[in-house]
């Protein structure tokens, strides 16, 4: 087996790597600054930051979904949208439409929202299957197609979806196919009685959220972005991801297991974590640490897996595989 730490083909220069632990850095403390959340959500926002993945939070009403999504949207000083769900949202309401210029005697394109940097969609399952699908094909694609015209989406674009539990009335869960795209799956939890106390002290002089200024800007992300790209993931690292995937697949509690898309989503995130902690190659530890967060939304167990979760067989499909 190759040696883990192979010299990387095109090396990252200490100022590139300075760069992005910076910005995310910044953007980690300012959204502190408004929400209490705890450490590793934080870190799990940074990765899909700088890895270009997109969001899916799913929690409880009232536990700081929304306000997370907003923090983060203030602290880069980009264009952002938010959109809230509802049974009657179209597709053409996210996307865009293209309207008659009576004046030019033509038509032309009126962007939606999916055009800002960072979209908060919240309660992504109040809107109806159309809509949804509407929503993550362009997410995946990053353009829009509209009469047959195509629209690039801006970078950096960032998706940050939210939804309460499933059990809801008058809810439309993504189906296993449109959760796929989300990078990574987090859930906020209640706040310790410390932090919630906090909270409240901080919310009697208003929101916030509102308060926050932007800490970093469209380059710098989008430095930080191709940054994360090019940073270092050994043979033997891939070999590991595949073999974890893989594991999944034939664990007989699963009905459908991780995708290969899974296993890209998973590579990029680690990069990303490896940058967000100052260095130039990942390692299996920054598998490890995202494995939960980026492959259990994805896994649909058997009808005979009653009383697992979906986070147990992550976990033990990491004790099974040796990590090189
Ligand atoms: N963990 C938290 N940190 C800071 N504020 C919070 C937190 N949880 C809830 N809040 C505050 O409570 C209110 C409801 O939060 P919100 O983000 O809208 O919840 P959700 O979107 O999860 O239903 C907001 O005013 C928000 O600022
Ligand atoms: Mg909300």
Redesign the pocket.
């Known amino acids: 087996m190759e040696p883990l730490e192979e010299a990387a083909p095109e090396g990252l220069a200490p100022a590139e790597i300075e760069a992005a632990v910076s910005v995310a850095r910044r953007v980690a403390d300012n959204i502190r600054r ?4 705890r450490d590793n959500v934080i870190q799990h926002v940074m990765v899909a930051m700088l890895a270009e993945g997109h969001i899916l939070v799913e ?1 409880y ?7 997370l999504a907003r923090a983060l949207s203030r602290s880069i000083d980009c264009q952002f949208a938010r959109v809230q769900c509802t049974a009657d949202l179209l597709p053409a309401d996210i996307v865009g439409t293209n309207v008659y210029n009576q004046r030019e005697a033509r038509f032309e394109f009126r962007p939606g929202p999916i055009f800002a940097n960072v979209v908060i969609v919240d309660e992504v399952n109040r809107a109806s299957p159309k809509t949804q699908s509407g929503l993550l094909e362009c997410m995946q694609e990053r353009h829009v197609t509209v009469d047959a015209m195509s629209h690039e989406l801006a970078r950096p674009f960032l998706v940050f979806a ?1 939804q309460n539990p499933v059990e809801y009335e008058g809810t439309y869960p993504l189906p296993e196919a449109q959760v796929d795209r989300f990078m990574v799956r987090l859930s ?1 939890g209640y ?1 310790d009685a410390g932090a919630e106390a906090i ?1 409240l002290a901080g ?1 009697e002089s208003g ?1 916030r ?1 509102l308060d926050l200024e932007p800490v970093t800007d469209r380059a710098e992300v989008v430095d930080a972005v191709e940054t994360a790209h090019r940073v270092h993931a050994s043979r033997a690292l891939r070999d590991y991801i595949v073999a974890l995937l893989r594991r999944t697949r034939e664990d007989d509690r699963v009905e459908l297991g991780a995708s290969p898309r899974a296993g890209l989503m998973l590579l990029r995130a680690a990069k990303a974590r490896a940058l967000v902690s100052g260095r130039d190659h990942a390692l299996p530890d920054d598998v490890q640490a995202l494995a939960e967060p980026v492959l259990s939304h994805r896994l649909m167990l058997a009808p005979e897996a009653a009383g697992v979760t979906r986070e147990e067989i992550v976990r033990d499909a990491i004790a099974a595989v040796p990590a090189l």
């Not at 408004?34 to 959340?37: K, L, N, P, T, Y």
């Not at 009403?61 to 306000?67: D, R, S, Y």
Request: no cysteine.
């Open positions: 408004a929400v209490e959340v929690d009403p009232g536990v700081g979904k929304t306000a939210t906020l706040p909270m919310h929101d959220v």
